[in-house]
Nanobody, 116 residues
Framework: QVQLVESGGGLVQPGGSLRLSCAAS????????MSWYRQAPGKERELVAS????????NYADSVKGRFTISRDNAKNTVYLQMNSLKPEDTAVYYC?????????WGQGTQVTVSS
């Protein structure tokens, strides 16, 4: 049974940092594309970052390039999103996603609020 559990969200001031974690179970995440999405109130869910299987090529939304870093720890079966230089417009619910044989699996989401 595929399960994704996010953690690490919270309230942070502009310019601050947070690291989100997504613990996976029921599959080996190193074999699949793992992604982080976010959804702000009144907006559609958008792709933030992804990491491929194997070598682990990464891809980022233009709005977060140079500030966010996606990585994974295969031994812990966990994917991370390091977020630096946070801006108020980064406020959203962040979701971890696994793409397995063409189907997207989702975590429950974790709230990130950037505000002074």
């Amino acid at each position: 049974q595929v399960q994704l559990v996010e953690s690490g969200g919270g309230l942070v001031q502009p310019g601050g940092s947070l690291r989100l974690s997504c613990a996976a179970s029921g599959f080996a995440l190193s074999n699949y594309v793992m992604s982080w999405y976010r959804q702000a109130p009144g907006k559609e869910r958008e792709l933030v970052a992804s990491i491929t299987s194997g070598y682990g090529h990464t891809n980022y939304a233009d709005s977060v390039k140079g500030r966010f870093t996606i990585s994974r720890d295969n031994a812990k079966n966990t994917v991370y999103l390091q977020m630096n230089s946070l801006k108020p417009e980064d406020t959203a619910v962040y979701y971890c996603s696994a793409t397995i044989w063409g189907r997207n699996y989702w975590g429950q989401g974790t709230q990130v609020t950037v505000s002074s």
